[in-house]
C-alpha cells in the first residue's frame, strides 16, 4: 500500500492542496518581509504531534496561528509544526515550545460556516529549529530538515520484524480496528515509515510522541517504540482480564445496587434514613469509649476504614460490623473487684454453704494467696466431686466474696480447638470461641471462670486437641496475649480466676490436671444433707414457690424420708427436686383454697411424691442365704452392689452372670478356689462342690462390675451359698483377695464407705492395708459406722455371717 492510499482513508476522499480556498487569496498582502527560504512558517500546537506521511485534520483558532496558516497558503509554503511545551500558554513564545518539529503540507484550508479555521495537514519530514526570527506577525524559524538515511541495517531490519509483531499483537488486544491499519503495518517496508506509523496511531499520550519525534536515530526511535509498546500490551493484558472478572459479576452487582438503592428510597419514605455516616460515628466513638490496647485500637479503626467504603447492605459490611461489635463490647479495661477481704471471704462462704471445713479453708488460703500477691501466679482450683455436691456453687460464692462476676463454660463433648479458640473471620458465620464469648457476657476482664466438665473435654481429633487449647488459656505465662482465632488480637486473661470442675480426677487430660490444685468433695451423709436442707433448700424452695414460712413447712422427719427413701446420691441436687415438688404440692392446694396452711410430715411424703423410690433393701436382700454386700466405686460417688450365689444341682461348674468384667470373672474363680480348698475348715463336705453347679450373679445395671475389689464379698457369699448361713443384712465389704486367702487394699475407700452409711449399713469391713484412707473419710460418717480392718479372710468370716461357725 502507498502512502496516498492511507491517506484516502483517513481524508475520506482525494484531496486537492492545488485548491486553496478562495477566501484568502483576496486579502491584502501583509506588511512584513518576505519569509526566507531557509526558513520556516511556524504553528504552535498543542498537545498534538504529526508524525511524516501522517495526515490530520487541525483546529486553527488562534490569531498567531490563523495568521501564519493563510500566510503560508498563499506563499504556498509549507509550515512547521512545533508542540507547545504547555498546553495552556496562549501566546507561546519561542521558549514555551519542543525544538523538533514537523514540516507539514497544507492539503486544505477551510472556514466552516460558523468561523472556525481547519486545516488538513500531511507530515513531510522532521526539522530541528535553528533560530527564530522576529518581525512577523507569526512565529518564524530558521531550520535544519532532517532526511532520514535511505540504507537500513540488519540490526533495523530486525527490529522492524519485532516492532510489526508487536504492533498487530497490540491491536488484537484494541477493539474496532479498522483493517486497513492492519493491512498498512503489514505492507510497510521502509522502517522510518513503519516506525511513524506505529507511533503515530499506537501511542496515545503526546508527550511520548514528542519523544520519539525527537529520536532522529531509526534505531533509538523503534527500540523507544517498542518499549512503549511492551508496555502496553501488558497493562492491555490486565485490563482485558479485569473487564472479563467485571463482566462476570456485573450482572449480580448491579442487581444488588438497584435494589439497595430502592431499598434507601423506601427507607427514605418511611422516614428510617439511617445515614451511614451516623452508623461510623457511633462505633468510632464506641472504639474510644472501649478503652483497648493500642494494638487492638488500631485494628479496629483499620477495619472502620474498611467499612467506610463499602456499600452497607453488602455481606462483609455486615460481616465487619459484626467483628467491631465484638471488638467494641469486650471488657478491655473494665473490671470488678478491690482487695480481697478474707473475713468478709468466710462469711460468705458460711453464709452460703453448710459444712465442707476443709474446703473452705483451702478456698481461703487460695484467696490469701491471691490477696498478698495479686499479679503472682496462683494455681488454679479445681473441685473435683460427684453432682450436686456444691462444686458450682462454691465457684459461684468465691465470685461473690471475690465481688468479681461469676461466668460458666461447659467443656463437655469438646472436641474442636475452635470451640475454645474461635473459627478465623474468613469463614462464613465464625465466631470467638467458648473463652472469649464468655468474657464478653462476664462484662469485665477478671471475672471468676469455671470451667465445668473438665472430665468429659473430648480428644484432640482432626481439628485440634481442645485440652490443648485450654493449657494455654490457663497457663499464666501465655494467657496474657491470648489469641482468639476470630478476635485475631490478644486479649489479656491473665487477671481472671478460673476455676474447673469434674466428677473424676483421672478423665481430666494429664497435662491439665497436673496444671490445678485438686480439691475433693466427696458426698454428704444423710444428715448433713439434712442440715443443708433446712438451711439452704428448704427456704430457696419456699421462696420460688411463693410460699412464706408460715404457710408451709416441711418436718426433719419428712426431710429424711425424701432423703433415704427418694433420693439416692452423693449430693443435693434431686432432694432440693424432690423437697421443690412437694412444696409445689401445697402451693397448689393453697392456692386452691383447700387449705390455708400446711406442715409436710413424713407421712405425708408417699401421697406427695408417689410411692418410695428407693428401698433401704439390704436386709430384705439379704435375708436368704448366699447373698453379701459389696461395695463398689462409680464416677458419681461409690454405691452399694449385691452379690449373689445360688447353689444348683449339677457337677461342679461356676456360672457367671450379670455381665461381670474379666477381672471380676476371675476374681469369683479365685473365691471358689478359696471356699474349695478351706472346706474342712470351713465344716463344707467336699461332696457339696461336686454334686453343684454354683451360680455367681451381680445384679444391679448401672454399677460398672469389674475390678478386683469385689473378691471378699465373693468369698463370703460363696460360704454363706455352700453353708446355708445368711450374711448379716447391716454388714457391707470390699476387698481383693489372694488364693491363700490374704485380703489385699483397694480403691476408693472414702467414697464406698460413704455410699455404704447412706445405705444405712452399721459395720464396713475394709482392708487392713487401707487404714491409711481411714483419716480421708467425712468424720460423719466414721462416726456412723464400725470398721473392720480385714487382713484375710477368715476375719471377714466371723463377722458377717450369722450364726457362729462352731455351733
Ligand atoms: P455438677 O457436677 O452436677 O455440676 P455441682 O457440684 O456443681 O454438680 P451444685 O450445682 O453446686 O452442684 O449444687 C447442687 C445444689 O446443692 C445447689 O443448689 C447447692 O446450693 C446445693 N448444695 C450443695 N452443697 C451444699 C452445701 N454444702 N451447702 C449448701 N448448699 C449446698
Ligand atoms: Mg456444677
Redesign the pocket.
Known amino acids: 500500500m502507498q502512502i496516498k492510499d492511507l491517506k484516502n482513508i483517513l481524508l475520506g476522499s482525494t484531496t486537492n492542496k492545488e485548491e486553496p480556498s478562495s477566501a484568502i487569496t483576496q486579502e491584502a498582502p501583509a506588511q512584513f518581509p518576505p519569509v526566507p527560504n531557509d526558513a520556516m512558517i511556524i504553528v504552535p500546537m498543542r498537545g498534538t504531534v504529526l508524525f511524516p506521511q501522517n495526515v490530520s485534520p487541525l483546529v486553527i483558532g488562534r490569531k498567531l496561528s490563523i495568521n501564519a496558516v493563510q500566510e503560508a497558503v498563499r506563499s504556498e509554503k509549507p509550515i512547521g509544526l512545533l508542540m507547545q511545551l504547555r498546553d495552556k500558554d496562549e501566546e507561546p513564545n519561542p521558549d514555551d515550545l519542543y525544538s523538533v518539529g514537523t514540516v507539514a503540507e497544507i492539503l486544505r484550508y477551510i472556514t466552516a460556516p460558523d468561523g472556525t479555521h481547519h486545516v488538513i495537514c500531511q507530515g513531510v519530514q522532521r526539522f530541528r529549529v535553528q533560530e527564530f526570527l522576529q518581525g512577523y506577525p507569526f512565529l518564524v524559524a530558521r531550520i535544519e530538515p532532517y532526511e532520514e538515511p535511505e540504507t537500513s541495517s540488519q540490526d533495523v531490519e530486525a527490529r522492524v520484524i519485532t516492532l510489526k509483531q508487536k504492533a498487530l499483537e497490540v491491536l488484537a488486544q484494541t477493539q474496532q480496528v479498522p483493517d486497513e491499519l492492519i493491512n498498512a503495518i503489514q505492507s510497510i517496508t521502509s522502517p522510518p515509515m513503519l516506525a511513524d506509523l506505529v507511533a503515530s496511531y499506537l501511542i496515545s499520550k503526546a508527550v511520548e510522541k514528542q519523544e520519539i519525534l525527537a529520536l532522529f536515530d531509526i534505531q533509538a526511535r523503534i527500540d523507544r517504540i517498542l518499549e512503549l509498546l511492551n508496555y502496553q500490551v501488558e497493562v492491555l493484558k490486565i485490563s482485558n482480564k479485569i473487564n472479563e472478572q467485571t463482566q462476570e459479576t456485573m450482572g449480580q452487582r448491579q442487581r444488588e445496587f438497584v435494589l439497595r438503592e430502592q431499598m434507601k428510597a423506601i427507607q427514605k419514605e418511611l422516614g428510617e434514613e439511617e445515614g451511614g455516616a451516623a452508623e461510623i460515628e457511633e462505633i468510632s466513638k464506641a472504639i474510644s469509649a472501649a478503652k483497648m490496647p493500642e494494638e487492638v485500637e488500631k485494628q479496629a479503626r483499620k477495619e472502620l476504614a474498611r467499612l467506610q467504603h463499602m456499600p452497607d447492605a453488602s455481606g462483609e459490611y455486615s460481616m465487619i460490623r459484626t467483628y467491631l461489635d465484638w471488638l467494641t463490647e469486650l471488657p478491655w479495661s473494665v473490671s470488678s473487684a478491690g482487695v480481697i477481704d478474707i473475713a468478709k471471704a468466710r462469711e460468705i462462704l458460711n453464709e ?5 471445713d476443709k474446703i473452705k479453708k483451702r478456698i481461703l488460703e487460695f484467696l490469701a494467696v491471691r490477696k498478698l500477691n495479686p499479679n503472682g501466679k496462683s494455681p488454679i482450683l479445681c ?1 473435683v ?11 459461684r460464692s468465691i465470685a461473690r466474696a471475690t465481688e468479681r462476676e461469676f461466668i460458666r463454660a461447659s467443656l463437655g463433648g469438646l472436641h474442636d480447638e475452635a470451640e475454645i479458640r474461635g473459627h478465623r473471620r474468613t469463614y462464613i458465620g465464625a465466631l470467638p470461641g467458648n473463652v472469649i464469648q464468655s468474657i464478653r457476657k462476664a462484662g469485665t476482664n477478671n471475672p471468676v471462670f469455671m470451667l ?2 473438665m472430665d468429659k473435654i473430648g480428644s484432640g481429633g482432626f481439628h485440634g486437641d481442645p485440652s490443648s487449647a485450654l493449657l494455654e488459656v490457663l497457663d499464666p505465662e501465655q494467657n496474657s496475649t491470648f489469641r482468639d482465632n476470630y478476635l485475631a488480637v490478644a486479649f489479656d486473661l491473665s487477671h481472671v480466676m478460673f476455676i474447673g ?1 469434674a ?1 473424676v480426677l483421672d478423665s481430666i487430660p494429664g497435662p491439665l490436671r497436673d496444671r490445678m490444685e485438686v480439691i475433693e ?1 466427696t458426698g ?1 451423709t444423710s444428715e ?1 444433707k439434712l442440715q ?1 436442707a433446712k ?3 428448704v427456704h ?1 424452695q419456699q421462696e420460688s414457690n411463693g410460699l412464706s414460712p408460715e404457710q408451709c413447712t416441711i418436718t426433719d422427719d419428712a426431710i429424711l424420708t425424701i432423703i433415704q427413701d427418694y433420693t439416692r446420691e452423693a ?3 434431686n432432694l ?1 427436686r424432690e423437697i421443690g415438688s412437694a412444696f409445689r404440692h401445697v402451693a397448689m392446694r393453697i392456692a386452691e383454697g383447700i387449705v390455708m396452711s400446711e406442715q409436710i410430715d413424713s407421712e405425708h411424703i408417699a401421697d406427695i411424691l408417689g410411692p418410695k423410690r428407693f428401698y433401704s433393701d439390704v436386709a430384705m436382700r439379704t435375708s436368704v442365704p448366699g447373698v453379701a454386700t459389696g461395695l463398689a466405686w462409680t464416677p458419681v460417688g461409690g454405691d452399694i452392689l449385691f452379690i449373689e450365689a445360688t447353689r444348683l444341682p449339677g457337677d461342679g461348674k461356676l456360672i457367671l452372670t450379670g455381665q461381670l468384667g474379666e477381672v471380676m470373672k476371675e476374681s469369683a474363680q479365685a473365691a471358689l478356689s478359696l471356699v474349695k480348698s478351706r472346706a474342712n475348715e470351713l465344716n463344707l463336705s467336699p461332696e457339696i462342690f461336686k454334686k453343684n453347679d454354683i451360680h455367681v450373679h451381680v445384679p444391679a445395671g448401672a454399677i460398672p462390675k469389674d475390678g478386683p475389689s469385689a473378691g471378699v464379698a465373693m468369698f463370703i457369699a460363696l460360704f454363706s451359698a455352700f453353708s446355708e448361713r445368711t450374711v448379716h443384712s447391716n454388714v457391707a465389704m470390699t476387698g481383693e483377695i489372694s488364693l491363700r486367702g490374704l485380703v489385699l487394699p483397694v480403691g476408693g475407700i472414702k467414697e464406698k464407705v460413704i455410699a455404704a452409711a447412706r445405705a444405712g449399713l452399721k459395720t464396713v469391713m475394709l482392708p487392713a492395708l487401707n487404714k491409711k484412707d481411714f483419716e480421708e473419710i467425712p468424720e460423719a460418717v466414721r462416726n456412723q459406722l464400725r470398721f473392720i480392718w480385714l487382713e484375710n479372710v477368715d476375719d471377714a468370716l466371723s463377722i458377717a455371717v450369722e450364726n457362729d461357725l462352731k455351733t
Open positions: 452460703d454453704h453448710y459444712g465442707l473441685f466431686g460427684p453432682p450436686g455436691v456444691g462444686k458450682t456453687s462454691l465457684g465445668d466438665e470442675t466428677n468433695l454428704y448433713e443443708i438451711r439452704y433448700l430457696r449430693g443435693c441436687r432440693e
